[in-house]
């Protein structure tokens, strides 16, 4: 493990990233064009994904400087002791090590979890797609900049340039101890690194979120709130895939054709169960498995359950374990849904796209874990840790 810088050191780092990220903006956006025009595929969440534009610059540089103020994650002591023999016993954070991040498509992953990652005071080995090499490039160069300004070590940020098979074979034989290994994208990625690691691994997994829409609901807050949850980000793992309504919805019908409409104004292509089949402007699914998918596209399934006791059911059966929410003027309804729901993130009358480390306070996220250890939903920079004890003693012996 690597000599801990100190927490000035690792500030100034991110202070000068953020001013070189703002400063070489042309060339990431060159880097970027030259992404975009070689990327074929029509998955416009991954095309989505990969564009960098200023608004995107902007926001790295406000997620570094965020990050640069937020306090030292690092020493934070957890538990304390005196022994009956006069040992002082004290358990702190202390960063993991090495973290290898492994992701797809986003090139402001090189920025937000590398930042996060070595504000914690881990070493970080990034492993980009090949769809977005150019940008990844530039950007791990101003990284190794930023830390030369400031006397650091390039290696505390390294970028990994792996065909398949070379990142598979460094997996099951790395060639430096790692410590912890967080994949970032599709099934296929995460199952593939599941398979070959060596160490631990966080899953960032996929959404398939839910939104209920109760038969106490205010009906104009349910339409927003799926609106938004569906259209605003579509490549976004908190985006919403699936509604359920109460079957004892008041102005059911009205409230389900308003819904398509709005829905279809975005181009959304809507499918139903067989209790909603034949709702104009929808098709019904054809297999049961859809309810397991995320669609990362501009497509929504609608289902009806006759309470909250059969939805949260539902939505334990099939969810991703990343977000839901319900819609309800009724607390202890939602109290109930809020306790049962087996997610990451549970929402009471709110979109599920606030499932995001910036939007919970965190300065940002290395990925939002849908696994239970060792943290859940957006992971930050404060939970990219892991502990050690610290026993102080003047010569007792057991």
């Given at each position: 493990m690597k000599k801990i810088l100190s927490l000035e050191k690792r500030n100034a780092v991110l202070l000068?990233?953020?001013?070189?990220?703002?400063?070489?903006?042309?060339?990431?956006?060159?880097?970027?064009?030259?992404?975009?025009?070689?990327?074929?595929?029509?998955d416009i969440a991954m095309v989505d994904r990969l564009k960098v534009n200023k608004k995107k610059v902007g926001e790295m540089v406000y997620s570094l400087k965020q990050l640069a103020a937020l306090d030292d994650p690092l020493h934070i002591e957890r538990f304390q002791f005196t022994h009956d023999n006069g040992l002082e016993i004290s358990n702190k954070t202390a960063p993991f090590g090495t973290i290898l991040i492994i992701y797809e498509s986003r090139p402001d992953v090189t920025i937000e979890a590398a930042g996060i990652a070595f504000k914690s005071g881990n070493k970080i080995l990034l492993k980009g797609g090949k769809e977005s090499l150019n940008s990844n490039l530039v950007l791990v160069n101003l990284w190794h900049k930023a830390l030369e300004a400031c006397d650091c070590a390039k290696d505390w940020i390294t970028y990994l340039n792996f065909s398949r098979e070379e990142t598979q074979k460094f997996l099951e034989k790395p060639?430096?101890?790692?410590?912890?290994?967080?994949?970032?994208?599709?099934?296929?990625?995460?199952?593939?690194?599941?398979?070959?690691?060596?160490?631990?691994?966080?899953?960032?997994?996929?959404?398939?979120?839910?939104?209920?829409?109760?038969?106490?609901?205010d009906l104009q807050m349910a339409l927003d709130v799926i609106i938004n949850a569906k259209t605003t980000k579509i490549s976004a793992c908190n985006a919403a895939d699936k509604v359920i309504i109460s079957r004892d919805l008041p102005r059911k019908m009205e409230f389900l054709n308003l819904l398509v409409q709005s829905l279809k104004k975005y181009n959304v292509e809507i499918?139903?169960?067989?209790?909603?089949?034949?709702?104009?402007?929808?098709?019904?699914?054809?297999?049961?498995?859809?309810?397991?998918?995320?669609?990362?596209?501009?497509?929504?399934?609608?289902?009806?359950?006759?309470?909250?006791?059969?939805?949260?059911?539902?939505?334990?059966?099939?969810?991703?374990?990343?977000?839901?929410?319900?819609?309800?003027?009724?607390?202890?309804?939602?109290?109930?849904?809020?306790?049962?729901?087996?997610?990451?993130?549970?929402?009471?009358?709110?979109?599920?796209?606030?499932?995001?480390?910036?939007?919970?306070?965190?300065?940002?996220?290395?990925?939002?874990?849908?696994?239970?250890?060792?943290?859940?939903?957006?992971?930050?920079?404060?939970?990219?840790?892991?502990?050690?004890?610290?026993?102080?003693?003047?010569?007792?012996?057991?």
């Open positions: 000068r990233m953020a001013d070189l990220v703002r400063q070489e903006e042309s060339i990431l956006l060159s880097a970027n064009d030259k992404d975009l025009s070689s990327f074929e595929s029509d060639t430096e101890k790692l410590d912890l290994i967080v994949p970032r994208g599709g099934e296929r990625l995460i199952s593939f690194v599941k398979q070959h690691a060596q160490c631990p691994v966080i899953v960032s997994g996929r959404g398939n979120n839910f939104v209920y829409v109760s038969h106490e609901a499918l139903t169960d067989a209790k909603l089949a034949g709702l104009e402007g929808t098709s019904q699914m054809d297999d049961e498995s859809v309810w397991y998918e995320e669609f990362l596209d501009y497509k929504i399934v609608i289902g009806q359950v006759p309470d909250v006791d059969e939805a949260i059911q539902h939505i334990n059966t099939y969810g991703g374990g990343h977000s839901a929410a319900i819609i309800t003027k009724n607390e202890e309804e939602a109290d109930t849904f809020m306790q049962s729901v087996d997610t990451a993130a549970v929402y009471h009358n709110a979109s599920t796209r606030f499932t995001d480390g910036g939007q919970f306070g965190l300065g940002g996220e290395l990925a939002i874990s849908t696994d239970k250890l060792h943290q859940r939903g957006p992971i930050g920079l404060q939970h990219l840790v892991t502990n050690k004890w610290f026993v102080k003693g003047n010569g007792q012996i057991r």
